[in-house]
């Protein structure tokens, strides 16, 4: 009856597959991380620095050379595996193996979300390109001047609302629009505008009291409610994704922050390094695991590493209150 259900090792690759592929083609992290093939232990990119503009010609070429300081991102292993004994396969009638092959899958296609997630919590305590935290107050770069993407109500005004925990959609808007306008403020090395044609960005919020409903609300409603009235929504005029993380809430503690990312750059802020794409294994009849132990195992494994790319597309916001 197994077999008649799809429990077969076809059927259970089938069943995994289609169910990891579906849930990849939503997966958010691809907005926010640079994919990289690997084929070492280890990979240290260099290159992490600005990109020059054009500029007039004058006593021949001015080239400017890799940076000296890099990020480096150390592949790790990383396995998923399920046992099925051979009388579990022989009497499953209610496709309860299948069931727990697609769950096996959906968190198998979220992985690479949950490591961009352990790094974004991490960003206020891991050194980036430039020597300092992800997330700080202090970036500089040749000409840049002294820049923040660790923001606040000193850096904009608009976080400070009168629930930290809860803000209305129109302060969502408002905080959402002043985090715009600080990524129109960061410069280069070279005192240049980093990111002067921006126009997508992505909203990552906690699940925890109005973070989610609000920032939904504050960047798809047509008019916002002032509590003294209704305004339009400039935030229209932007491309923008709300993408809600349990984790920021469940693992990191977030009840009064988000952050923001810049997602139309070919750069991202985050570095997805792979050296072993997802690989399904499968050991069945005849094999020495079912013969000694009447088992069956089905696992997959990927190798690979996250690290920090580009500060300047990622701005973690506090909400605080008067």
């Known amino acids: 009856m197994g077999e008649a259900l799809g429990v077969t090792k076809a059927g259970i690759i089938g069943a995994f597959r289609a169910e990891y592929e579906g849930i990849l083609d939503a997966a958010w992290w691809p907005m926010t991380a640079m994919e990289f093939m690997s084929n070492n232990d280890s990979e240290t990119y260099k290159w992490l620095g600005m990109s020059p503009a054009m500029r007039r010609w004058v006593d021949g070429r001015q080239v400017n050379r890799l940076k000296g300081s890099g990020v480096t991102i150390v592949n790790e292993p990383y396995e998923a595996t399920i046992g099925i004994f051979k009388e579990e396969l022989r009497r499953d009638q209610s496709g309860q193996i299948l069931l727990r092959v697609q769950e096996m899958a959906r968190k198998a296609a979220e992985h690479k979300s949950r490591l961009v997630t352990d790094a974004i919590l991490l960003g206020k305590t891991v050194e980036c390109y430039d020597g300092q935290f992800f997330f700080d107050d202090d970036h500089q770069e040749g000409d840049s001047g002294v820049q923040t993407n660790l923001l606040d109500s000193g850096d904009v005004a608009a976080l400070e609302v009168v629930d930290s925990s809860n803000p209305t959609a129109d302060e969502m808007n408002k905080a959402i629009l002043g985090i715009i306008n ?57 491309n923008i994704t709300v993408v ?63 690290g920090f790319g580009y500060w300047q597309y990622a701005m973690h916001a506090t909400f605080s209150t008067p």
């Open 182 to 238: 600080h990524f129109y403020t960061i410069l280069d090395d070279k005192g240049d505008e980093f990111n002067g044609n921006a126009m997508e960005f992505m909203v990552m919020v906690p699940v925890t009291g109005t973070f989610w409903t609000s920032a939904r609300q504050a960047i798809s409603a047509n008019f916002l409610d002032t509590g003294a009235g209704t305004r339009d929504n400039t935030l229209r005029d932007f």
């Open 244 to 306: 809600p993380n349990v984790r920021l809430g469940s693992v990191g503690g977030w009840s009064t922050e988000m952050v923001v990312f810049r997602t139309d750059a070919s750069a991202k802020p985050y570095i997805m390094q792979e050296e072993y794409p997802l690989t399904e294994d499968f050991v069945g009849e005849g094999s020495e695991e079912t013969f000694k132990n009447r088992n069956l195992l089905f696992g997959v494994e990927w190798d690979g590493g996250v």
